[in-house]
């Protein structure tokens, strides 16, 4: 018995946002289990988000390919500006600045309606990590390090979540939709980098 195939727009994946989200959403099965379990979490997210952001920035600081990104000024940051590895660390203005920005994602990510809206804001997201065009800021992060910190992340929120107290079935189905749900943005920062589609 043959199973059904599903058409997908070739053009419309590098052309229709909402379309290229629904898909790569169906690929991966993320669906509105994965986003109850996901909101079901923010009493676990909520109190680690700080913990989670300290961490991000620790393994970023711990190269220095990752962490000259931040010697350049941040698009909407205006106070001062380490330009230095030496002089930039953790608790730098323009790090601090940076630091409230991912706990506002983090928090968005288990409260936001997931709608078209909260599709143009992971957009948004991977886009402000390029040099496109009209950009403000000079800072363009290369994506094979986007790509990693994702995986990182990923790990962060497993760990936590595995140590949660859950009942096993609720702690695998909700680091299952985190794992999902990551992929998913960081194919709206792929997006934004390969150059599929161009053809």
């Known amino acids: 018995m043959t199973s059904e195939i599903t058409h997908i727009d070739r053009e419309r994946l590098y052309t229709d ?3 290229r989200f629904n898909y790569v959403a169906q690929f991966v099965e993320f669906g509105e289990e994965d986003i109850k379990a996901i909101k079901n979490s923010a009493p676990i997210i909520a109190p680690l988000v700080e913990k989670v952001v300290e961490l991000v920035y620790e393994k970023l600081f711990s190269f220095d390919i990752t962490k000259q ?4 000024r941040n698009e909407g940051f205006t106070g001062k500006v380490d330009n230095t590895l030496e002089s930039l660390q ?3 203005e323009q790090i601090k600045f940076r630091k409230d920005f991912l706990k506002k994602y983090l ?3 288990v409260t936001a309606e997931y709608d078209e809206r909260f599709v143009n804001y992971l957009n948004y997201v991977g886009k402000i990590h390029t040099s496109f065009p009209g950009k403000a800021s000079r800072i363009n992060v290369e994506y094979i390090h986007c790509n990693a910190l994702f995986s990182y992340v990923n790990t962060i929120l497993i760990d936590a979540i595995s140590k949660a107290g859950l009942e096993n079935d609720v702690a695998t189905k909700t680091t299952i939709a985190f794992t999902k749900l990551l ?4 194919d ?3 997006r934004h980098y390969v150059v599929d589609g161009a053809n």
């Open 69 to 72: 990104v931040f010697l350049a």
């Open 90 to 92: 953790t608790n730098s």
């Open 107 to 109: 928090v968005k990510l």
């Open 183 to 186: 992929w998913i943005q960081n």
């Open 17 to 19: 946002l909402q379309y």
């Open 188 to 190: 709206l920062f792929a």
